[in-house]
């Protein structure tokens, strides 16, 4: 949405709270996968590896296969997971992949996944404690923003159509 448009974007927020009959309850980021994602329209499966670095940064356990993955990265030095942290939310994900990596797949997924955990909530700012008129923003940073635009932007937007909750209000 424009950001000087924003009667477009509460009016769009109030249907998608409308259209989530849940309100109040929480949703695990497997869970969020399985059922709030069109498979079939998407057309993606994630990878084991990016599963598993998705499940890891949301704390949510992992299979015995997922967990020889974060061992074995870490045998290689490629991972700062550290086995003895357990498992719980991190505040941030840094990853480093080369081009065509899947950063902006994944970076697009968590903010969805975000987004709809905030709709859940039916009042963030008051679960954040924070006053009714602040806004709460989900950031997806790049070097540019003309690669912020394209490439992270470009598949956020391009997910509406595999979120059949959301796509039905667009």
Known sequence: FPSHDTAAFDSFFSNVTESLPAVGRKISFTDFLKD?????????????QQMTILKTFYGESLTEQEQSILDYWKLLNRTTYEPEMGHFKRAALILECGRRGGKSLKGSIIAWYEFVKLILLG????????????????????????????????????????????KSLV
């Open 36 to 48: 709030e994602v069109d498979k079939e329209e998407w057309g993606i499966d994630l990878t084991i």
């Open 123 to 166: 009042n963030p700012q008051k679960y954040y404690g924070v006053s009714s008129n602040t806004k709460i923003s989900i950031l997806c940073i790049a070097p540019s923003a003309t690669q912020t635009k394209r490439t992270i932007y470009g598949q956020i937007k391009d997910m509406i159509p595999v979120l059949p909750r959301i």
